[in-house]
């Protein structure tokens, strides 16, 4: 089912990729624009975990370096029964994390050096068994891949604003004219978005329930979900703001702008998502608070 809903998602930004090239320079813009799509998809199975950690600065760390952080992964990654995946920190104030990588074999976690100042152990275990979830349900590929083409439609359309109006005649089929152009630059990542949203609302809260069976506790990741939402609203991530596509990667959103595109959420609400969380708690008698103090 994972690889079945990819290919869809990619079949939908490459007819986006189609459209617009046709708009630019009719058939001739349309047989550039899918060869140009094909090896955008070929580029971003095999690379794009590598182009977002890479975006965001992500450095590679290990048992060495952080001890802490790196064990916890790998009794969580024991836990759920999967490879040990990489683990990442960002240098960035904003708490936030996500996973990549194109399969279970070949995944990594990053988190951000907020998330680590703000958190508990326990609530730092919530947020990681979510990512875990991702990486075990093989969301990261379908999360990795649409992100970085859904940012290349966006540049294409900002390349239709600009050059459109320069194409062939429009007799010829090409060539969208200065307004043509201004409502591609508009509608184009609207349309990249909805395809994003296509990565169902669900997918957040099957990977909120699942984390919260390998982390034990439904309540860490319950109370670490309010921390990040406050945190994220309060303290921006410009490199996030900079590239808007990724934003579904992460455990929260990550952006503050209000775009068009982001009237588009990709994220469920926080508040369902704790009710769930502690509804869960409750069918499992747990009511225990988390104790332990932030990270040290």
């Given at each position: 089912?994972?690889?079945?809903?990819?290919?869809?998602?990619?079949?939908?930004?490459?007819?986006?990729?189609?459209?617009?090239?046709?708009l630019i320079a009719g058939r001739e813009g349309m047989i550039i624009a899918f060869f140009f799509a094909l090896a955008m998809n070929l580029f971003a199975y095999w690379n794009s975990d590598r182009m977002v950690l890479s975006m965001y600065g992500a450095r590679e760390v290990d048992e060495a370096s952080a001890p802490q952080l790196y064990g916890l992964v790998r009794d969580l990654a024991e836990r759920a029964g999967l490879p040990m995946p990489k683990v990442y920190m960002i240098e960035n104030d904003q708490p936030n994390a996500f996973a990549t990588g194109r399969n279970p074999q070949h995944a990594a976690v990053a988190v951000n050096t907020g998330l680590m100042r703000l958190?508990?152990?326990?609530?730092?275990?919530?947020?990681?068994?979510?990512?875990?979830?991702h990486v075990r349900h093989r969301d990261t590929l379908t999360m990795t891949m649409t992100a970085v083409i859904a940012g290349a439609v966006g540049m294409l359309a900002n390349f239709a604003f600009f050059f459109g109006g320069a194409g062939r005649d429009r007799r010829e089929g090409g060539g969208v004219g200065a307004l043509g152009g201004l409502l591609v630059m508009l509608l184009a990542p609207i349309a990249a978005t909805l395809v994003q949203l296509a990565i169902s609302r669900t997918r957040e809260y099957e990977a909120d329930r699942k984390g919260a069976e390998i982390a034990g506790n439904p309540l860490w990741l319950a109370s670490a979900l309010g921390k990040l939402e406050?945190?994220?609203?309060?303290?921006?991530?410009?490199?996030?703001e900079g590239h808007p596509a990724t934003a579904h990667m992460f455990i929260v959103n990550p952006l503050h702008r209000q775009t068009l595109a982001g009237l588009f959420a990709t994220h469920p609400p926080i508040a369902e998502r704790i009710r769930r969380l502690e509804a869960m708690a409750a069918a499992q008698g747990q009511s225990e608070p988390v104790r332990r103090g932030p990270w040290g």
């Open positions: 089912m994972p690889y079945v809903r990819t290919v869809l998602l990619l079949a939908a930004l490459t007819g986006i990729f189609l459209v617009l090239g046709a958190l508990s152990p326990e609530e730092v275990a919530g947020v990681l068994a979510h990512e875990l979830s406050r945190g994220a609203q309060a303290i921006d991530n410009p490199v996030a």
